[in-house]
């Protein structure tokens, strides 16, 4: 079920294509989000890495789950953080890559709050497709005000 569209995640994501991850939110409570990426052979990064076996760079994995997880953040401290403040990545940790994605897999992202430092918050995220495990990274994310 999406609870979150494409147009919904515009408003919350300073990103566009073609450097927008995200495609929908399944589950959003303040425990975590999960949200979807259709993956198509369209996509530009599969026109050069590797055009003979296209798979989707693991940077832009990483930068799936930072976007889902401002999305979370952002939702769960909505009254601390206005439509004036968009989420930066700040840092990543344990990042594993586990399987490769490929055109027409449909990923799934999931992010948790692990810890919060005043404005500094630190997360788990994984990426499955088919529920087999691709990704998976600790995340610090921050705010700035535009």
Avoid: W
């Avoid at 890495?49 to 997880?69: K, R, S």
């Avoid at 940790?93 to 992202?109: H, S, T």
């Amino acid at each position: 079920m999406t609870i979150m569209t494409i147009e919904d995640i515009k408003k919350i994501l300073p990103h566009r294509y073609p450097f927008l991850f995200v495609d929908s939110v399944q589950q959003l409570n303040d425990e975590r989000i999960i949200a979807q990426k259709n993956c198509t052979i369209n996509e530009p990064f599969f026109q050069g890495h590797f055009p003979e076996y296209p798979i989707m760079p693991g940077v832009l994995q990483i930068e799936g789950l930072a976007q889902v997880a401002g999305i979370f953040i952002k939702n769960k401290y909505k009254e601390e953080f206005s439509e004036s403040y968009i989420p930066l990545f700040l840092g990543i940790d344990k990042a594993r890559f586990k399987r490769e994605i490929r055109p027409g897999d449909v990923l799934q992202y999931e992010i948790k709050l692990d810890e919060r430092r005043e404005s500094i918050f630190f997360v788990s995220g994984k990426i499955t497709c088919d529920e087999k495990l691709c990704a998976k990274a600790r995340l610090m994310l921050g705010f700035k005000e535009e």
